[in-house]
């Protein structure tokens, strides 16, 4: 089993440089199943669902080649539907974007349910559905209770027919897929309440490359109009600000100073005023941030929220950072219905951490110490990451698929910036 294996104290410095938005890659590459032609994407980061996505794409019959370390060229001129592999797609959860690719395309689509980050709690598709019955489709879901596995089954005979979309709640993916659902459909889609993340404006700016026409995107109203086809366009991804938050707090943390390049400001404001906020300086510049730690970092309150809000994917990253900081903190989780599961991980370091309902407490203690943990999923896995950074002696953080279903050569970027972390098999 692969390990990773932190010996703490080390004071972060350098320069490290952010790859392409895991988030907007996913979605981009299902979308290129509305594409008759080809398409290059660039900026596209190494990790595990990416070239699992690109599987589930080839196995379905799109011609797909990598001309450079983060380029691929993707042509699904002969994509068939329905014939994603159901082990594969089982594994991410980012295949769900499959169902409104497939709708868009064919009026018809079959994927198996999504997986992905199990946070203990229900992760339903609901709101997708509801959107998708909107533009015209019968969907029917089947499930088998015993495997807890089960398919998602969309038809829309007479095509796909813009309509109005409301959601109940805000959902990056529910928004992304009646984004793919009606980019080709009939007349006009206006989905309300939409999510307003980067990546939601980085696939409306890819598929509009393709010659999709939709407006709105980045705020809560996203208007499309149905266009017939769409064509091959190359086009760069934007790069990954949850990644780029997670050094930010390593910096930080480790109370050094480290540049991190390649990042649009704009998107990390609600991470730099938090940093700021408990006493670290963050210096922003066209394309990269400096963070400097001045010693221990302050007590805070934060409550996720979606985008422009503090973001979820980043709560585990800085709770870790909080096991250390002046007096006691609450971080309440906004978004999902619990994401506190690395808790009882950092406990195994020394952390004090309660957790009631959405809401933990963390109060100080005087140092972390080294322990065997998992990476109970991605962000939570790469919370260890920073704990073992911060702890006494060594942390050996097991299950770490999740960590590189998000990160890119996590080893190699802290390794250079001066930390003690290797990758054993054990
Ligand atoms: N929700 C519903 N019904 C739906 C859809 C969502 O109730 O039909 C609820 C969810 O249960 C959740 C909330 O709405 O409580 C928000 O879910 P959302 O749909 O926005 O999340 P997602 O699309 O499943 C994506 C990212 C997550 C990230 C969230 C929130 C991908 C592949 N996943 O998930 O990324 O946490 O948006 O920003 O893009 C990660 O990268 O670590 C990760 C988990």
Redesign the pocket.
Known sequence: MEKLVIRGGAVLSGTVRIGGM??AA??ILYACVLVKGKCVIENVPDVR?VTMSIDILKDMGAKITRTAPTTYEIDCTDVRPGTSRPELVRK???S?YLLGAELGRFHKAHVSLPG??N?G??????????GFEALGAKVTVETDEETESGSVDCDAPDGIIGDDVFF?????????NIMLAAVTGKGNTMIENA?R?P?IVDLANFLNTCGAKISGAGTDVIKIRGVKELHGSTYAIIPDM?EAGTYMIAAAATDGCVKIENVIPKHLEAITAKLEDVGVIVEELDDAVIVTGRGQVNATRLKTR??PGF???MHPQMSAMLTRAHGTSIVVEG???NRFKYAEELKKMGADITVNGHTAVISEVDALHGAEVEAV???AGVAMVIAGLIAEGETTITNIVYIER?YDDIVGKLTALGADIKKIDD
Not at 170 to 176: A, C, D, K, L, Q
């Open positions: 895991k988030n996913l979605p669902d991410l959860r980012a769900y992905g980050c946070f709690g229900k992760r339903p598709i609901d709101q997708h559905i509801k109940d709640t805000v959902t990056v993916g529910g928004t992304m999510a993340e990546h949850i979606p985008y973001p979820t994917d978004v999902y219905e999923d991605l962000r998000g």
